[in-house]
């Protein structure tokens, strides 16, 4: 099992740019992919961007791409998710994940945070 924190989270102005952490603790941070999800209101919450175990592969939404980067260190349990050049439309509760596996480009994650907003106003 793994248990994950989210934090970072805030309001921001279109164009900005915010860096969210999510420190992990339980078992071994480096045997789980991890991913950031995010839900507005009124919407179904989606796949962000993920990471595989190591670090070396990662997978991104394309509303994202170019914009978002995604990243671990698996020495401090932590996953990143570096946010620039924000949208009004980038507005939703970000919710991290993690999952045992090889997989990691997948919306089936089993561990989840609680969640940081992330508003960025126009």
């Known amino acids: 099992q793994v248990q994950l924190v989210e934090s970072g989270g805030g309001l921001v102005q279109t164009g900005g740019s915010l860096r969210l952490s999510c420190a992990a603790s339980?078992?071994?941070?480096?045997?789980?992919?991890m991913g950031w999800f995010r839900q507005a209101p009124g919407k179904e919450r989606e796949i962000v961007a993920t990471i595989n175990r190591s670090g070396v592969s990662t997978y991104y939404t394309a509303t994202v791409k170019g914009r978002f980067t995604i990243s671990r260190d698996n020495a401090k349990t932590t996953v990143y998710l570096q946010m620039n050049s924000l949208k009004p439309e980038d507005t939703a509760v970000y919710y991290c994940?993690?999952?045992?596996?090889?997989?990691?480009?997948?919306?089936?994650?089993?561990?989840w945070g609680l969640g940081t907003q992330v508003t960025v106003s126009s």
């Open positions: 994940a993690a999952r045992t596996g090889i997989v990691f480009v997948t919306s089936s994650y089993d561990y």
């Open positions: 339980g078992d071994t941070f480096s045997n789980f992919a």
